[in-house]
Each structure stands twice: as structure tokens, then as C-alpha cells.
């Protein structure tokens, strides 16, 4: 079970923090951000192994957004900083089928809600 949280709408510019929930199952694996705005595929946003390591970033958010996690707290985050109306999309927590971080979707076994980042202009 994986819950997101902390979407909302921000100026361009702006920062948010999302957090994702998950348990101690999913403390063991490594997990991930997708986003998937309105009418586009979901595409990667973040990724890091199941130590904290081995983050990977689309070129997209690289410089701008951080990815990290509390493995004693099983909840992943996702700072997100300099935002544009191009971030605006619902963001998806989700877990791979392994300890280590990866950009490929086909890699995620199990996926929280969304939540939703409006980012106005």
C-alpha cells in the first residue's frame, strides 16, 4: 500500500514537497516518482534504491527536484523546487520489483494514487 501526498497548486517558481507512504515491504525495494499530465503518457520523474543511493533523475527535473527516503519512517519524498506550468500533472509513487532504483516503468510492481501539482503561470 502506497499513499501519496502533499500535491497542491503553486505559483511558477515555486517549491512543494510530496511524500509517499508506503511499509515495511516496500522499505526493502527500490521506489520511484512518475507523472503523467493531462492527455500524456506517465513518464519518470525519480527514482532511488532501497539504501537511499542510486538516484536517477529525468533531464527534465534534474538541478530541481531531490529525491530521498526514511527507511525508518517507510516514506519516500519528493522536493520539488523552480516549478513551471510544464511540472503541472498528477505524481505517482510506486515501488520496483527490486532494491535498486530505475527509470523504466516496466520495472514498478505496485503504484500508490496520485497527487495531484498544479503549477500556475
Known amino acids: 500500500q502506497l499513499q501519496a501526498s502533499g500535491g497542491g497548486l503553486v505559483q511558477a517558481g515555486g517549491s512543494l514537497r510530496l511524500s509517499c507512504a508506503g511499509s515495511r515491504t516496500s522499505s526493502n525495494n527500490g521506489m520511484g516518482w512518475f507523472r503523467q499530465a493531462l492527455g500524456k503518457e506517465r513518464e519518470f520523474v525519480a527514482s532511488?534504491?532501497?539504501?537511499?543511493?542510486?538516484?536517477l533523475y529525468a533531464d527534465s527535473v534534474k538541478g530541481r527536484f531531490t529525491i530521498s527516503r526514511d527507511r525508518a519512517k517507510n516514506t519516500m519524498y519528493l522536493q520539488m523546487s523552480g516549478l513551471t506550468p510544464e511540472d503541472t500533472a498528477v505524481y505517482f509513487c510506486?515501488?520496483?520489483?527490486?532494491?535498486?532504483?530505475?527509470?523504466?516503468?516496466?520495472?514498478?510492481?505496485?503504484w500508490g494514487q496520485g497527487t495531484l501539482v498544479t503549477v500556475s503561470s
Open positions: 510506486a515501488t520496483t520489483r527490486s532494491a535498486w532504483s530505475s527509470s523504466s516503468k516496466s520495472q514498478y510492481v505496485y
Open positions: 532511488i534504491a532501497w539504501n537511499g543511493d542510486g538516484a
